[in-house]
């Protein structure tokens, strides 16, 4: 009896969260996109980072967010954040290139965030 009742559970929370993706608008996947390849690109500079230091190399590291301007149907903007990080060890005299490098690289450098 109980090992049906988790399967029945497990299933109903499968079906639930299926259904809850299919219902998101174009904005909020695309959001939810870029904001999965900031996140990437934030620890890839930061693992990197890391490496480059361990090595004697010295950096300033900068981890902040940026806005993420979502309008909706109705012209109302909605402010998110996604994950922005800087290092001057791989930047080249350039803030945060490193990381706009990544996101263009997953095609996820968009007009919607603001520098």
């Known amino acids: 009896m109980l090992k049906k009742f988790c399967v029945i559970?497990?299933?109903g929370?499968?079906?639930s969260g299926c259904a809850s993706q299919?219902?998101?608008s174009p904005q909020e996947k695309k959001y939810q996109r870029v904001n999965a390849a900031a996140h990437q690109c934030?620890?890839?500079v930061k693992n990197k980072t890391i490496?480059?230091?361990a090595k004697g190399m010295?950096?300033?590291v900068r981890w902040t967010t940026l806005q993420y301007v979502v309008t909706g149907s109705d012209g109302t903007e909605n402010l998110r954040a996604v994950e922005y990080r800087t290092s001057t060890v791989l930047?080249?005299?350039v803030p945060g290139s490193a990381w706009k490098i990544c996101m263009q690289n997953a095609?996820?450098?968009v007009p919607e965030l603001k520098f």
């Open 58 to 60: 010295s950096t300033t």
């Open 107 to 109: 095609d996820a450098l």
């Open 42 to 44: 934030a620890e890839e």
């Open 22 to 24: 299919n219902d998101l």
């Open 51 to 53: 490496e480059l230091t």
């Open 91 to 93: 930047d080249n005299d």
């Open 9 to 11: 559970a497990v299933t």
């Open 13 to 15: 929370v499968l079906v």
